[in-house]
């Protein structure tokens, strides 16, 4: 099994910031990209921010200049950096890697339960 649990969500007012942590864990061989999307209320899941194994990233344009995604290999964590917060960056936000577990030979998709940012005065 694989768990990928986020941690770091909160209210927070416009302008500050938070912090985003992803740990996945279980039985994994390799994990290949890393990710973070959310869904605003009534709204569809959106891409947030990707890196790769190799560290390149790419952001949604909303988020450019403002969020940093980075990850730490050796402990299979991703962090979001989430500066200049806005009312409309309110989500829940999921975290998603890419990754083999050792029993198996494909690579395949998992998602974090969520976890809630408000930015709100």
């Known amino acids: 099994q694989v768990q990928l649990v986020e941690s770091g969500g909160g209210l927070v007012q416009p302008g500050g910031s938070l912090r985003l942590s992803c740990a996945a864990s279980?039985?994994?061989?390799?994990?290949?990209?890393m990710g973070w999307y959310r869904q605003p209320p009534g709204n569809e899941r959106e891409s947030v921010a990707v890196?790769?194994?190799?560290?390149?990233?790419n952001y949604a344009d909303s988020v450019k200049g403002r969020f940093t995604i980075s990850r730490d290999n050796a402990k299979n964590t991703v962090y979001l950096q989430m500066n200049d917060l806005k009312p409309e960056d309110t989500a829940v936000y999921y975290c998603?890697?890419?990754?083999?577990?050792?029993?198996?030979?494909?690579?395949?998709?998992?998602w974090g339960q969520g976890t809630q940012v408000t930015v709100s005065s």
């Open positions: 998603t890697a890419v990754l083999m577990m050792k029993r198996d030979t494909y690579w395949a998709r998992y």
């Open positions: 279980g039985s994994i061989f390799s994990i290949d990209a």
């Open positions: 890196i790769t194994s190799g560290g390149s990233t």
